[in-house]
């Protein structure tokens, strides 16, 4: 690993710092199942940060274990050329139960808990971040003009308290 100058030390979870930036507005039901699985599973990934602790993957997690009281915190410190494993020494995944609960629950969050902040995604994008497969063209254009707007985010985020969608079929609303 490139030596940079000193590391700020990380003791604990109050020790790392939200993304500002985090273009994942999240949902309200994904808020409630990243509470349930924590709750219910204990920690299952690694979040990342940079060298500054600034949360760059994890933010609504770090969030929810800050909520949960969660503070212990194990630092893996790596410059990226290799791939950091989480071993669960108390699961083991062929018996199911709990290990295969969690992975569920993880996919499941992932799916559920993701909102993307079109407005600041394009703003980064023109000043100038480069993407490069993470979005196609094609991709890009239907976030600055989707066919109707209404339906650009119909997916399960559709239970966010007071939310509406849209059937892209029939043009029926939808209360959450």
Known sequence: MAKRGKLKAIAGVGDLVQDPGNMNLGTVRGRELLSA???????GRAVLVDRKNLVMAGNKTVAEAVAQGLTKV????????????????????????????????????SEVNFDLDVELLLA????????????L????????????????NVNFNARDKGATT???????????
């Open 124 to 135: 980064e994008v023109g000043g100038g971040l480069e993407l490069g497969e993470m979005y």
């Open 166 to 176: 849209t059937c892209p079929k029939c043009g029926h609303h939808f209360e959450a």
């Open 137 to 152: 063209e094609a991709e890009l254009e239907e976030l600055q003009n989707p066919p109707d707007k209404k339906t650009r």
């Open 74 to 109: 194990r630092v893996v410190d790596v410059s990226g050329d290799e791939l950091v494993v989480v071993r669960r020494t108390d699961l083991d995944l062929s018996k199911g139960g709990k290990a295969r609960a969690l992975a569920v629950a993880d996919n499941r969050v």
């Open 37 to 43: 699985s924590l709750k219910a599973h204990g920690a």
